[in-house]
């Protein structure tokens, strides 16, 4: 199963995320490539594979994303397909955390197999503060995600779930409640084997 | 919202509830009305309301149940309606333990504002062990709940979820969770209104 996590940039879909695989550690991630530079603390490899936009186009070219996306001019995200293929050739459920453009293109690649969640700020202004509040970004950046977030807004109908982000603790048990409700959900599961074994004695 | 909990007799539905009651102190549960006599331990009008078969056919002509069945002979379970709808008129979430067909009956009347969750044993010999034990009972008894337990088992293909009890804290967590992945789905919540929150700066 493919845990898709969508939102705005700086909502905290990356720490609630993190703090996700801390107390589900069977649940992979997918680590995205991205062609911006690295943000203090990130690691190439584990928070994004850091490319270059060459680099990022032959990956196009060779049909090595599930998605894609530009941001902006020479800004773009990808999801590389072979990690998630192989997790779910392996039975391991993954998580990525991509934009609504994304998480479209997963439900038509993977269907019900993807349970599509949107992360929301509890309020418009809770995001300009958090957003402003990066003082590694100069304000053109930050205007571009505003605008990039209401964007994000407009397709809020799309996602099968939303969990407001007003409060982390809450937020991450509110996503690893989604994860776990999925797992246990009629088609995640092999019933009609358990049909047969519970009905073996007859 | 309605969480259903259904599964055959002896699968330990009653405690896995009880645990999530403790768990969830705003979620409310539908007592059930039942003409059999209290087994050890059961308190009316918290456990059951215990009535008699004629009391019962009276609520039944006055049209006060949700859903009732007749077990066997003499022995009848419904659920009363008033309850549910109060709680639902007041907001507030509301557990019941039905079989299948109760959970058939609030389908209907209910929709998408009811979750079906199947409680199953990780085995027929396992619950054969459960029935067993309850040395209340006698073989007739026992006997009846297992043909019964079969019945069950036909219909799990009509479920939303089912929750395998091999482990009991694990059964109450996954319970846990499909209620509160259940309020975050896009159709729990008033998603429009928070889409609309989210845009007042425009």
């Given amino acids: ?37 690295p943000r203090p603390g990130e690691q ?20 090595e994303f599930l998605e894609y996306a530009r941001v902006h001019q020479d800004l773009w995200y990808g999801t590389p397909i072979a990690p998630v293929e192989a997790a779910l050739a392996a039975g391991t459920d993954i998580a990525l955390e991509i934009d609504y453009q994304g ?9 019900n197999r993807a349970a599509l969640v949107f992360i929301a700020p509890p309020s418009w202004d809770a995001l300009v503060a958090r957003l402003q509040g990066r003082s ?4 053109d950046a930050t205007a571009k995600r505003l605008a990039s977030a209401k964007r994000e807004f407009r397709h809020i109908g799309m996602f099968e779930y939303v ?10 048990i509110e996503l690893e409640s989604i994860l776990i409700a999925e797992r246990c959900r009629l088609e995640s599961i092999d019933w009609q084997e358990l049909q047969r074994q519970l009905s073996s004695e007859a």
Same sequence: chains 1, 2.
């Fill in 1 to 37: 199963m493919l845990i898709v996590v969508s939102g705005p940039s700086g909502v905290g879909k990356g720490t609630v995320i993190s703090r996700l695989l801390e107390r589900q550690p069977e649940l992979a991630k997918s680590v995205s490539c991205t062609t911006r530079g």
């Fill in 44 to 63: 190439d490899g584990v928070d994004y594979h850091f490319v270059s936009v060459d680099r990022f186009r032959q990956m196009v070219a060779a049909g």
């Fill in 103 to 111: 998480a479209r293109s997963v439900r038509q690649a993977f269907g």
């Fill in 136 to 139: 590694t970004e100069s304000a």
């Fill in 163 to 172: 969990v407001v982000n007003d409060e982390l603790e809450r937020a991450v």
